[in-house]
């Protein structure tokens, strides 16, 4: 259970660390990349650790940037939460950090955090 801990501090720091981008649009939900974002844990052994979600990729649509600072249209993204309906969601404002070039996913940011946005 601890190491569970000390991942989750050191994955929660990474993305403060990070500057995050707003914008405001619609996630249209291309497939479940089916990589492992998080495990739980039941005991202290290696054995007892499973899946608890998986990274989706969507396209990203934006409708406005908040902050200004993306000016695509559209991108795909990553996101990652536990039982998490695979399908597209629509109107919401959404926290977004950078990824690297080139990485597995094909992804130009993670989804950091949604929110319903008030109205498009």
Known sequence: M????????LLLTSFASAEEFVVIGNLDLLKDTEITSSEICYEDDEESYHPW???YLYKME???SVDE???RKQ?????????L???DI??????????PVGNKFGASYQ???????QEL
Do not use: P
């Open 85 to 87: 309906m695979k399908n």
């Open 90 to 99: 629509h109107s919401v404002k959404v926290s977004l950090k950078e990824l």
């Open 2 to 9: 601890k190491i569970l801990a000390v991942a989750l501090f």
């Open 53 to 55: 979600a998986t990274f």
């Open 111 to 117: 989804v950091i955090e949604i929110h319903e946005a």
């Open 75 to 83: 991108f795909n993204v990553i996101y990652d939460r536990h039982a």
């Open 62 to 64: 934006v409708v406005a």
């Open 69 to 71: 600072c993306v000016t």
